[in-house]
């Protein structure tokens, strides 16, 4: 009877904290604020300020020109970055891909410790860490500073964009995914065209440093926003956090109990060793229980990264999309030079950047709906990438060979509204070929590899191309050249065998006949309400 008194209170102190824990649980996975299409929308806000940022290093208002002389001795003077610093297209061509490093370094980090720490409060981590850097952009008083600045601010950038795919994916409507994933990716060639006319209007208006004070306002809000609401938990993630949590609250508890009876048998002696003997070993079991730690993390990351590796339909589709994105990044950042150069553009920021940005936002939104009306499977995603990549690879080609600037715009036009289509099948492949626990790690190494094989090199290299060259129309024709392959890639994904994996890991799987009637993992409507209030609207 005795026994039964001292051990209830225990008992119910237990069942009381995993009442804790199971509500706090289920207070972070359905806060009252959000629903998927604010979620969506924020999200969409954040990518366009991202890209916003990277359009506006590439204009000429806030890249500016280096200081040339010509043989008599007479010198204009620089303008923007590349002319305060006085850089060369190669240094400067590195310092558009100098934040790549930081994500490099950070994307499989944030998406391995997305398996322990809530998603959402990594992604205000990174965009706190983003906010700061681009305000060392704007104080950077030479070459490298603002280099370790644009490092910085891939390293913010990193938790955001490994993380919000998957978060979109999660409440996005069942019969829409592709939709909204490219309503998402839209604000890519948004941001930068968005990015092109607000560096050229602040860099020539008033100073290129203004540029990124600006972004760093306009992102503030966000980062906060990441601290101050109740944080959302992911597909694949939240239960075995829960299951973890409790596992340890378990342990816990046992070494209390065992405590007690340890000390009523041994007495006052006995609790004095043992405090003496904890105390001078506690340091020692802090670093051990760090250092296991640190290796598990490592297990797991190799052992995820062993599956993504061995999956022929990523592999497939993360190298079509790196090719894609070595012609894409170069363009990005070269094109409005370039089309200064070739058809002496006098606007080239504005006319690159509004060809960019209508045709960026028709192209990204039509991949997405046409998929989904071809039905949003994987071997449908490669047909629809191999199809816009071709023919999107023959305009881009054919536009700079021409030497009339409107049949340039007319066909270049029409080439990126093709190749901007890819933006939503691509992303769907990344994150329903593999099980949803490892879509973070999905997202994180298909950035990092688009990234570091892709965008990374292809400013530097196609600057020492054209400083060699120096003829921007030749280098041009070279650079689209390169869709070729990226459209032979996903070619040949058609013939792979492929199997969506979205509720792969999930206890109970939901029938293909009932997706479109799912619950999103936030509040809002109901499985009724949902199938006739499904429209990617915002």
Wanted: with cysteine; net charge neutral; charged share 15%.
């Amino acid at each position: 009877m005795v026994h039964d008194q001292e051990t209830n209170p225990s008992e119910e102190a237990k069942s009381s904290d995993e009442m804790t824990m199971t509500t706090a649980f289920s207070a972070a996975s359905t806060p009252s604020w959000f629903t998927p299409k604010r979620l969506l929308f924020i999200f969409c806000v954040i990518n366009l300020i991202n890209y916003v940022d990277r359009g506006a290093i590439a204009s000429n208002g806030v890249n500016g020109n280096r200081r040339a002389c010509i043989k008599s001795g007479t010198c204009t003077s620089g303008s923007g970055i590349q002319g305060d610093f006085n850089l060369n297209n190669f240094e400067d061509g590195v310092l558009s891909s100098a934040f790549m490093v930081g994500l490099l370094v950070a994307s499989p980090i944030f998406a391995s410790l997305a398996k322990s720490l809530n998603p959402f409060r990594l992604i205000g981590v990174g965009l706190a860490v983003w906010t700061v850097a681009v305000i060392g952009c704007g104080c950077s008083f030479n070459f490298w500073s603002i280099t370790i600045c644009r490092m910085l601010v891939g390293v913010g950038e990193a938790s955001f964009i490994s993380l919000a795919a998957p978060f979109i994916d999660d409440n996005a409507p069942a019969a829409q995914k592709t939709a909204w994933l490219a309503i998402f990716y839209m604000c890519i060639p948004t941001g930068y065209a968005v990015g092109y006319v607000y560096g050229g209007l602040v860099g020539s208006h008033f100073n290129w440093r203004y540029a990124f004070w600006g972004e760093a306002i306009l992102m503030l809000p966000f980062a906060i926003l990441g601290f101050v609401m109740k944080p959302l938990q992911m597909k694949g993630l939240a239960p075995a956090n829960l299951k973890k949590a409790l596992t340890e609250l378990e342990t816990a508890d046992s070494q209390v109990q065992d405590s007690d009876v340890s000390n009523s048998k041994g007495g006052a002696s006995a609790l004095y060793k043992k405090e003496e003997f904890g105390h001078k070993s506690s340091q020692g079991h802090s670093e051990l229980a760090l250092a296991n730690k640190v290796r598990t993390q490592l297990s797991i990351f190799a052992k995820d990264m062993k599956v993504l590796l061995v999956d022929k339909v990523y592999v497939v589709n993360v190298l079509g999309y790196i090719v894609y994105t070595f012609v894409v990044g170069a363009y990005s950042y070269w094109g409005p030079k370039a089309a200064h150069s070739i058809y002496h553009m006098t606007n080239a920021d504005m006319i690159f950047g509004g060809i960019t940005i209508v045709c960026g936002i028709l192209g990204t939104l039509a991949g997405g709906f046409v998929l989904d009306f071809m039905g949003n499977t994987i071997h449908n995603a490669f047909k629809l990438l191999t199809a816009t990549t071709f023919f999107g690879a023959i305009l881009c080609f054919g536009a700079f060979c021409f030497k009339n600037m409107y049949a340039f715009l007319v066909l270049f036009a029409i080439g990126e509204l093709l190749i901007f289509a890819t933006q939503g099948p691509v992303n769907f492949i990344c994150l329903h070929c593999v099980v949803p626990n490892l879509r973070p790690l999905s997202m994180a190494i298909s950035v990092v590899g688009i990234h570091v094989f892709g965008d990374v090199p292809s400013s530097p290299l196609v600057g020492v191309l054209q400083d060699n060259i120096n003829d921007w129309r030749k280098t041009s024709i070279i650079l689209s050249s390169i869709l070729f392959p990226a459209a032979i890639i996903w070619f040949i994904g058609i013939f792979l065998k492929s199997v969506d994996k979205f509720n792969e890991d999930v206890e109970n799987p939901i029938p293909s006949s009932e997706k479109s009637n799912t619950t999103p993992l936030l509040d809002g409507e109901t499985p009724e309400t949902k199938s006739s209030s499904a429209e990617p609207s915002l």
